[in-house]
């Protein structure tokens, strides 16, 4: 159980284009969804958090007209990154915390965006 | 800000021997500190957690202490096996009213050699 998807798994898009990821909890209602980045060698940023319903709330430094977090249900939210250039190339990691007292969050396998 | 950080970059041990990654952390008001491993392109996966009023949990072939006097937790593999081979990365849980954030360390790279 727990499981959390991500697609795609790998994006090549041009610079100035948009991608859109999607991130799904398969087998649970997840109230809250968070978007990491991950640069190589390098550890996960928290970029922002989403409850079902709500405006995302946006790490200091991360864009939100940059980066467009949708977390319209309990199982899916989508993270759309607009104009995107070089620098956004990156790992992109979703995770899925169910509700209740529970800290558990579950990740997704990511999504590599190569920017060209 | 505070953040969590780890002794050591790399980490490389014989196959069968016992590995110890380290981390320290600079925030007293966590709840939970959880070990992550990533393997190359994947997404973490969760390993052990141990709450702020513990010490010492096990798991399987893992162990996790928390010192919380020095702010130091480590995780300890026994037999490490090839499979180990990943980055492990420790997190910490901050409660905020109804908010709860994980915070992750910088990682460390287990090498299991042959």
């Known amino acids: 159980g727990a499981v959390v998807s991500q697609h795609p798994s790998w994006v090549i898009c041009k610079s100035g284009t948009s991608v859109k990821i999607e991130c799904r909890s398969l087998?649970?209602?997840?109230?809250?969804m968070f978007w990491y980045r991950q640069f190589p060698k390098q550890s996960l940023m928290l970029m922002a958090t989403?409850?079902?319903?709500?405006?995302?709330?946006?790490e200091q430094g991360v864009e939100k007209d940059k980066f467009l977090i949708n977390h319209a249900s309990l199982t899916l939210s989508t993270l759309t990154v607009t104009s995107a250039h070089p620098e956004d190339s990156s790992f992109y990691i979703c995770?899925?915390?169910?509700?209740?007292?529970?800290?558990?969050?579950?990740f997704g396998p990511g999504t590599r965006l190569t920017v060209t | 800000g505070e953040s969590v950080g780890l002794h050591l970059p790399t980490l490389s041990v014989q196959e069968g021997d016992n590995s110890i990654i380290n981390c320290a952390y600079s925030?007293?008001?966590?709840?939970?500190f959880i070990w992550y491993k990533q393997e190359s392109g994947k997404g973490p996966q969760f390993i052990i957690d141990i709450r702020s009023n513990m010490d010492k949990r096990q798991g399987q072939r893992v162990t996790v202490l928390l010192n919380k006097t020095v702010k130091h937790l480590s995780l300890q593999i026994a037999a490490t096996q090839p499979g180990d081979s990943a980055v492990y990365f420790c997190?910490?849980?901050?409660?905020?009213?109804?908010?709860?954030?994980?915070?992750f360390g910088s990682g460390t790279q287990l090498t299991v050699l042959p």
């Open positions: 997190a910490e849980l901050i409660s905020s009213g109804s908010a709860r954030q994980l915070t």
């Open positions: 995770s899925a915390r169910p509700g209740g007292p529970f800290y558990e969050q579950y």
């Open positions: 925030n007293s008001a966590s709840d939970y």
């Open positions: 087998d649970f209602q997840a109230t809250t």
């Open positions: 989403s409850n079902e319903g709500s405006k995302a709330t946006y």
